[in-house]
């Protein structure tokens, strides 16, 4: 059974400080990593997607992989209360179907 | 910035009654999904459909779900006989691309509620 595994939470950080969410997956065959923000009653909105090792910068966010460790993380600098919701880490291991962890409810502290 | 649409919003059934969910994907997007939420749990895959077939499937796609691609538009999601346990929210998803993963984008969900 191919697993995502992230810790659930809740993470609450101060307004401007780093959040980091980690994530881990079972398969070593995955290829696509992703991560997703989903406010409570909404759908899943994409923040990044990381294929090789390394790390990965679009503004606040910096997506980290490690595929020896099967590891793959997501730093938010400079948090904001609008931060707030619940992070999902999404696995795709070469076929159609992609795999979410349960997500990590992040809360930003004003 | 195009989007995925999805009808209705909410979807309330008696149970054992046949349920169709329409979505309509972003248009130059070729790969369409089905994604289930039960409330409080992990979003799980249902199907993927490409070129008018399903292209993989989860073991929660029994026989009981069937998709569709009616027109060059819509794509639906049919549950028949539904049951207690299928109350969750539904997400549509597209993608430019397919096999190896690309990023889906998300319409904003079904819910369903089977009563």
């Known amino acids: 059974q191919k697993e995502v595994e992230q810790n659930s939470g809740p993470l609450s950080v101060p307004e401007g400080a780093i959040a980091s969410l980690n994530c881990t997956y079972s398969d070593r065959g995955s290829q696509s990593f992703f991560w997703y923000r989903q406010y409570s009653g909404k759908s899943p909105e994409l923040i990044m997607s990381?294929?090789?090792?390394g790390d990965k910068e679009d503004g606040r966010f910096t997506a980290q992989l490690n595929k020896a460790s099967q590891y793959v993380s997501l730093l938010i600098r400079d948090s904001q209360p609008s931060d707030s919701a619940t992070y999902l880490c999404?696995?795709?291991?070469?076929?159609?179907?992609?795999?979410f962890g349960a997500g990590t409810r992040l809360f930003v502290k004003a | 910035e195009p989007e995925v649409t999805q009808t209705p919003s909410h979807q309330v059934t008696q149970m054992g009654q046949e349920v169709i969910l329409r979505c309509v994907p972003i248009s130059n997007h070729l790969y369409f999904y089905w994604y289930r939420q039960i409330l409080g749990q992990k979003v799980e895959f249902l199907v993927s459909?490409?070129?008018?077939?399903?292209?993989?499937k989860s073991e929660i796609f029994d026989d009981q779900f069937s998709v569709e691609r009616p027109d060059g538009s819509n794509f639906t999601l049919k549950i028949r006989s539904t049951k207690l346990e299928d109350s969750a929210m539904y997400f549509c998803a597209s993608s430019p691309r397919g096999e190896g993963g690309q990023p889906q984008h998300f319409g904003d969900g079904t819910r369903l509620s089977i009563l």
């Open positions: 459909f490409y070129n008018n077939e399903i292209s993989e």
């Open positions: 990381i294929y090789s090792n």
């Open positions: 999404a696995v795709n291991t070469g076929g159609f179907k992609t795999i």
